[in-house]
Nanobody, 117 residues
Framework: QVQLVESGGGLVQPGGSLRLSCAAS????????MGWYRQAPGKQRELVAA???????NYADPVKGRFTISRDNAKNTVYLQMNSLTPEDTALYYC???????????WGQGTQVTVSS
């Protein structure tokens, strides 16, 4: 088990930036992957970005070149740097940890990101 707490969301103008943080209650080194997902009103939750235990990353097409996921194992924290934000990025952003041996996912409560002028 692990508890995940997201922070860093808020209201930002189009073209702006935000950095989300996901603090874990214990070491994240052993997890298969850490990821950021988002869910907009009326839409399904979707993967935004993920980073494996070895540092391999993958991104959803809409955010490639704008978002960067990173991890600080010493701080048990995962980050999502979001640049060039658009209104389409407005959503509740969740952090998830995928356990290695059974791929079970653990979720945080989410942090709201609103992009609006």
């Amino acid at each position: 088990q692990v508890q995940l707490v997201e922070s860093g969301g808020g209201l930002v103008q189009p073209g702006g930036s935000l950095r989300l943080s996901c603090a874990a209650s214990r070491s994240i080194v052993s997890f298969y992957a850490m990821g950021w997902y988002r869910q907009a009103p009326g839409k399904q939750r979707e993967l935004v970005a993920a980073i494996g235990s070895g540092g391999t990353t993958n991104y959803a097409d809409p955010v490639k070149g704008r978002f960067t996921i990173s991890r600080d194992n010493a701080k048990n924290t995962v980050y999502l740097q979001m640049n060039s934000l658009t209104p389409e990025d407005t959503a509740l952003y969740y952090c998830a940890a995928t356990r290695t041996y059974d791929r079970r996912q653990f979720w945080g409560q989410g942090t709201q990101v609103t992009v609006s002028s």
